[in-house]
């Protein structure tokens, strides 16, 4: 298969992640897209197919640029919800994405909230 573009390239890494990071409900797969102007996370079984907790920046009122910080409020707010349904550790799925900026505030405002990743 020819690549052709950077979002072919994205969806190749992200199906190289995916062979190796798999959800169950006892340790659901953090899954996290940005898009150019949210943000998008959800906590997904794979072996049912089920999203249990999810959280967009879609819904809010306020929408602020898609920052650090944002995403920090962003990943400690999916996490939040997550912890009330009783989901204490998960699988991080970045998407393709590097661990880096946005993507690595949100890993990291997770587990400052408690969710082990």
């Known amino acids: 298969m020819k690549l052709k573009n950077r979002l072919d390239y994205k969806r190749r890494r992200h199906n190289r992640l ?3 990071v798999r959800g169950s409900a006892g340790r659901p797969r953090m899954s996290v897209c940005i898009s150019n102007r949210h943000i998008y996370i ?3 079984d794979d072996e049912t197919g089920s999203t249990l907790a999810s959280f967009s920046t879609a819904g809010l009122k306020n929408e602020s ?3 650090v910080a944002a995403a920090e409020a962003a990943g400690r707010k999916a996490a939040e919800m ?3 349904k009783g ?7 970045r ?4 661990y880096a900026g946005r993507i690595k ?3 990291e405002a997770a587990r400052k909230t408690g969710i082990r990743l």
């Not at 989901?87 to 799925?93: M, S």
């Open 105 to 107: 505030a949100i890993a």
């Open 87 to 93: 989901i204490k550790q998960a699988v991080f799925d």
């Open 95 to 98: 998407g393709g994405l590097a």
């Open 65 to 67: 640029k898609l920052n």
């Open 82 to 84: 997550a912890a009330g």
């Open 18 to 20: 995916r062979q190796k």
């Open 42 to 44: 959800q906590f997904i």
